[in-house]
C-alpha cells in the first residue's frame, strides 16, 4: 500500500500549484482523503479532506478559497489546486487516508505517503 504524492516545487507569491497524491497497491473505497503540510519546527498541520464520494470537502480557514481538493476514483488519485500561494504555505505537503469521515487529525489518518515540498518566495 503505497500513497505517492508529488507537484511540489518553488512559486512566487500569487502562484498556483497541483499537487497529486496516487494510490497504489489497494483502492481506498470508503477511505477519506486528506492533505497536511508540515512547515520546518512546527507540527503538521490540517489543510483539506474530501469524502470518499468526493461530495464533501473541507478546509483549514488559512486556506479557504484559495485551495481545492478533489479526487478522481477512476485514477485512485487525489488533487490539491492550490491558487495564490503565500510564503506562510511554504511547507512539506502530506497526503494521507482516513476512515473516519472528513477527519482533520493526523492520528485518524491511517495510510501516509511521502512528502513534497512546496516552497513559495516573496
Known amino acids: 500500500v503505497q500513497l505517492q504524492a508529488s507537484g511540489g516545487g518553488l512559486v512566487q507569491a500569487g502562484g498556483s500549484l497541483r499537487l497529486s497524491c496516487a494510490a497504489s497497491g489497494r483502492t481506498f473505497s470508503g477511505y477519506a482523503m486528506g492533505w497536511f503540510h508540515q512547515a520546518p519546527g512546527k507540527e503538521r498541520e490540517f489543510v483539506a479532506v474530501i469524502s470518499w464520494s468526493g461530495g464533501s470537502t473541507y478546509y483549514a480557514e488559512s486556506v479557504k478559497g484559495r485551495f481545492t481538493v478533489s479526487r478522481d476514483k477512476s485514477k485512485n488519485t487525489v488533487y490539491l489546486q492550490m491558487n495564490s500561494l503565500k510564503p506562510e504555505d511554504t511547507a512539506e505537503y502530506y497526503c494521507?487516508?482516513?476512515?473516519?469521515?472528513?477527519?482533520?487529525?493526523?492520528?485518524?489518518?491511517?495510510?501516509w505517503g511521502q512528502g513534497t515540498l512546496v516552497t513559495v518566495s516573496s
Open positions: 494521507a487516508a482516513s476512515r473516519t469521515v472528513l477527519a482533520r487529525v493526523p492520528s485518524s489518518y491511517e495510510y
